[in-house]
């Protein structure tokens, strides 16, 4: 059974990661994920935007969404 406060996402096929840029304006992707053992684990490319964005800001939002976000 999943930690309760990863309770929302389960059953769900995407999140919505909401990371922000350097002026601080959030930038909402949706990304497929997989729970297991009480960790997210997404997979995107090590260059993308998300990504860059994240080295940048660690601050992330995490919200279960569509596959349109």
């Not at 350097?22 to 994920?33: A, H, I, S």
């Not at 960790?39 to 919200?63: G, H, L, M, Q």
């Amino acid at each position: 059974m999943p930690d309760q406060k990863l309770a929302p996402f389960v059953g769900q096929k995407y999140v919505s990661i909401e990371t922000f840029k350097k002026n601080g304006q959030g930038v909402k992707t949706p990304v497929w994920f997989v729970l297991h053992d009480n960790a997210f684990y997404v997979y995107t490319e090590a260059d993308s935007w998300k990504v860059k964005r994240i080295r940048n800001n660690a601050r992330v939002r995490v919200a279960p969404c569509g596959v349109r976000g």
